[in-house]
């Protein structure tokens, strides 16, 4: 008769959190800019010519931006793109626990 081979539980497998998604820090340091200047969602969105449901969508993580609508919400909040971008990545670094799965050598390989 074959061994039987007890699998591994869910237990014993290292526990590893999912990465967070690049909307939801897109999302969270939006609202954290806007509570930073003290701003309502509403007088937000006017400047970036959506609706306040729709800002509220992006805040929570719960609406994938176009580059466009980013842009446009960025420019309201008088942000850079390059300044928003990099704070996001800033976040989602500290959030990650794990060190990146592309190192600095592979990071210039892509680039050139």
Same mark, same amino acid.
């Given at each position: 008769? +074959? *061994?039987?081979? =007890?699998? =591994?539980?869910?237990?014993?497998?290292? %526990?590893?959190? =999912?990465?967070?998604?690049?909307?939801?820090?897109?999302?969270?340091?939006?609202?954290?800019?806007?509570?930073?200047?003290? *701003?309502?969602?509403?007088?937000? &969105? $006017?400047?970036?010519?959506? %609706?306040?449901?729709?800002?509220? *969508?992006?805040?929570?993580?719960?609406? $994938? =931006?176009?580059?466009?609508?980013?842009?446009?919400?960025?420019? +309201?909040?008088?942000?850079?793109?390059?300044?928003?971008? #990099?704070?996001?990545?800033?976040?989602?670094? &500290?959030?990650? +626990?794990?060190? #990146?799965?592309?190192?600095?050598?592979?990071?210039? %390989?892509?680039?050139?």
């Amino acid at each position: 008769m +074959a *061994e039987i081979i =007890p699998l =591994p539980t869910k237990a014993s497998r290292p %526990s590893r959190q =999912p990465e967070p998604l690049w909307r939801e820090a897109l999302g969270d340091r939006l609202r954290g800019i806007r509570h930073d200047r003290g *701003e309502r969602l509403a007088d937000t &969105a $006017e400047r970036a010519g959506v %609706s306040p449901q729709y800002l509220s *969508e992006i805040e929570r993580g719960l609406k $994938e =931006p176009s580059s466009e609508m980013i842009a446009a919400v960025a420019g +309201a909040l008088e942000v850079t793109l390059i300044d928003l971008t #990099a704070a996001v990545v800033d976040d989602l670094r &500290a959030r990650t +626990a794990e060190p #990146a799965a592309v190192g600095s050598r592979a990071m210039l %390989s892509l680039a050139a």
